[in-house]
């Protein structure tokens, strides 16, 4: 049995932001790699939740060999190329079960912190508004994402920063992530880990050490975690809309 959760840590990608990065890395790939074996997948499984240079060369890596891993950085700065032009048009959105999550969260008195390795969380989430008008990025008390640490996912130094800037010990923070590098990271630091499975990938996020894996964020029985408890409702009822 745990303590009682008081601040939950979140990844942007796949948790909070049906966001273009999986597309991105995608086509950023013509001309360094075969893009057909880029699937969503190897995304998940590969580059998903690690920092950028680090997806790139593990992409390059896997699918064009070590002469096309010599290109890492020239392939990691065509995604970053594409993905600014991809958000600066919008092409990216709130997952709704995600926003009720956080804000239920929010209201149970948690303290909440971004942790993404992606240093285009903040722009994607200052876009995305509540229902009173005021922007997700708002909701969250700090916000870590994109922050350089000595290493990236799956090591957990990212998530100890973001449980530090909360003033909450990691044996009260709960992680929620979508990528196996992530529940890694967060075991490693001690910190429970809520896998959000949206791509039928629950057995890697349970292989991953994943404390819980739900399907929707609406799944999660709340008031459960002020027992440090991570479970999900016996009967997922009808959650409105937030």
Request: aromatic share 6%; proline share 6%.
């Amino acid at each position: 049995m745990r303590p009682a959760f008081l601040a939950a840590i979140f990844d942007v990608d796949g948790v909070l932001v049906d966001s273009p990065h999986e597309r991105a890395w995608r086509e950023a790939l013509t001309g360094f790699a075969d893009p057909a074996g880029f699937t969503t997948s190897f995304y998940q499984a590969n580059v998903a939740g690690k920092p950028r240079l680090e997806g790139a060369r593990e992409a390059l890596e896997r699918l064009g060999g070590p002469e096309a891993a010599a290109r890492t950085a020239e392939y990691a700065d065509s995604k970053q190329a594409l993905i600014d032009q991809l958000i600066e048009a919008g092409s990216f959105e709130v997952f709704p079960d995600a926003l009720r999550f956080s804000s239920a969260l929010k209201s149970a008195g948690l303290r909440l912190a971004l942790a993404s390795s992606s240093k285009n969380a903040a722009a994607m989430l200052s876009q995305l508004k509540l229902p009173d008008g005021r922007t997700l990025l708002s909701l969250f008390d700090a916000d870590l994402s994109g922050r350089d640490v000595p290493r990236g996912k799956p090591d957990p130094a990212l998530f100890l920063l973001a449980a530090e800037a909360l003033d909450t010990p990691p044996l009260h923070c709960v992680v929620i992530e979508d990528a196996p590098a992530g529940i890694t990271a967060a075991r490693a630091g001690g910190m429970a880990a809520l896998g959000i499975a949206r791509l039928g990938d629950e057995a890697l996020l349970r292989e991953a050490g994943a404390d819980l894996v739900v399907t929707s964020l609406d799944q999660v029985e709340i008031a459960a975690l002020g027992a440090g408890t991570l479970r999900a409702r016996a009967v997922t009822e009808p959650v409105a809309d937030a």
